[in-house]
């Protein structure tokens, strides 16, 4: 399964790192705080949100990308 995913890390109000197309089949959220946990526990928690299909999202969570692409996200400079 190919769906195009955009990332987004939540710094604060209007201070975010984004990720993917704004035309994105998927698009996953989470505050900058809770970036670097377990991104499957953190949407358990409602502190990772997604728009879109959830069969993509918990297939990426099983794959690993979700937590590498977040942790990256939220290491900015």
Do not use: C, W
Not at 13 to 40: M, N, R, S, W, Y
Not at 57 to 72: C, T
């Amino acid at each position: 399964m190919t769906t195009s995913v955009q990332y987004r890390v939540v710094f604060g109000k209007k201070d975010e790192v984004v990720e993917g197309p704004d035309d994105a089949a998927l698009v996953i959220t989470v505050p900058a705080a809770d970036a670097t946990g377990d991104p499957t526990s953190l949407y358990m928690q409602g502190k990772l949100k997604a728009a879109g299909s959830s069969g993509a999202l918990f297939e990426l969570l099983r794959s690993g990308e979700v937590s590498r692409v977040l942790a990256r996200l939220a290491s900015r400079p």
